[in-house]
């Protein structure tokens, strides 16, 4: 008991040690509101999507508050996609034209309303963040051939549809809160439905080169996109990747010689080892792009972002809060590089010295207590 005191006091230092920080970038601000896109300097220090470990304060060590939001596509696209209702008692599934086509149990009567609605996204291969034009939405599930479905996925609904974190999909399930009258005739059953797709805008960066056409990716960002720079527009190429050497090669697209798009969009994936085939020109990946956002800024100061080794800041406003904010409104960026030695406040990151004095200190408590505990048996 008498080592209580001493372990407390060791437990109370490492809780209050300041976290690792570095200095990444400097902004200098062109007004009293800040919006602009993220740097990619703090992408590549190993930024979460949820940024949490960022802190962004002025040059007298105030924090202040920020937001950093996802940038969609300027314009939204809207598209057609077949569309059938299915009935509780029925199976959707591919006919021999390979469209989507209602099963019933034999001798079931024919239905006259219907459960859920099954979209068709297989001509086109964009990331769905959007469906328009829906009545109430129970649940959402996506599929890849009908046979396999998803976990519910969590979406929003208002009066223009319904909207949801990106995805790509083959086939969309939309549960209706209640049922739909549908005509029962076979010829009517497919029918067309506008969907509205937003598209995330790419932030393009080239991964580190290694040897045969390799590549590691050390961002914590995740990629959802990828192309060549260089890429003769007759050459046909693919892509894979894959976790670690333990792991096996996944394929993600295939570019076919004479391809109007030379990119290739798949799931969003965080494989540090990615493969070329078929291209001797330089990869480049895609995560999603932010921005970042200030509505109160210093102007006669520049604006510091740092990068913690622990999750201990981040955005305190929402995208919400700050979506008014002028999307002129930027600054000058300075690279700054130090070494990470020490906090924005100055204080030393004292955090893994404490941890290891501490474990040092559990390691020696427990020898000396089995050694009183064996001199004793003696």
């Known amino acids: 008991m008498r080592y209580l005191p001493i372990l407390l006091a060791s437990s109370a230092l490492l809780a209050s040690a300041p976290a690792q920080a570095r200095l990444l970038l400097e902004i200098q601000p062109e007004s009293t509101t800040l919006r602009m896109p993220v740097a990619d300097e703090v992408y590549a ?3 979460r999507p949820d940024f949490a470990q960022i802190q962004i304060t002025d040059q007298s060590g105030r924090n202040l508050d920020f937001a950093i939001c996802e940038v969609i596509r300027s314009g939204t696209r809207v598209v057609t996609a077949p569309l059938i209702a299915v009935p509780d008692i029925a199976r959707v599934g591919l006919d021999h034209q390979n ?3 209602l099963q019933f149990p034999p001798g079931a009567l024919p239905p006259d309303h219907a459960s859920r609605w099954v979209l068709d996204l297989r001509a086109d291969k964009a990331h769905l963040l959007a469906v328009a034009e829906l009545p109430p939405i129970q649940e959402l599930r996506r599929s890849p051939n009908l046979q396999q479905w998803s976990a519910p996925i969590p979406f929003q609904q208002d009066a223009s549809g319904i909207r949801f974190e990106a995805f790509g999909a083959q086939f969309l399930s939309l549960s209706l809160s209640s049922p739909v009258a549908i005509d029962t005739t076979p010829e009517r059953l ?5 969907i509205r797709q937003l598209q995330r805008s790419p932030h393009w960066y080239s991964p580190q080169s290694q040897a045969e056409q390799r590549y590691l990716n050390t961002r914590e960002m995740p990629v959802f996109a990828a192309r060549i720079n260089g890429q003769p527009p007759d050459q046909v190429w693919q892509l894979e990747s894959r976790q670690g050497d333990w792991d096996v090669w996944k394929p993600h697209g295939r570019v076919a010689a004479g391809t109007a798009s030379q990119a290739i969009y798949f799931s969003a994936v965080t494989d540090p080892q990615w493969r070329l085939r078929g291209s001797a020109g330089r990869l480049e990946l895609a995560h999603p792009a932010y921005e970042l956002r200030l509505p109160s800024v210093p102007l006669d100061q520049r604006i510091q972002v740092h990068f913690r080794s622990r999750p201990d800041f981040g955005a305190a406003l929402s995208c919400n809060q700050t ?6 409104s930027g600054g000058e960026i300075f690279s700054v ?6 906090t924005p406040n100055g204080r030393a990151d004292l955090r893994p010295r404490f941890l290891i004095a501490l474990l040092v200190l559990l390691g020696l408590t ?3 207590y089995r050694y009183r505990k064996h001199r004793q048996a003696r």
């Not at 979506?323 to 002129?328: F, I, R, S, T, V």
């Not at 590089?337 to 020490?342: F, H, I, L, R, V």
């Open 45 to 47: 220090a190993g930024s």
């Open 99 to 101: 469209r989507m086509s």
């Open 190 to 194: 497919n029918t067309i439905r506008r």
């Open 323 to 328: 979506e008014g904010l002028p999307e002129a």
């Open 337 to 342: 590089e130090t070494a990470p030695a020490a």
């Open 366 to 368: 427990y020898l000396l």
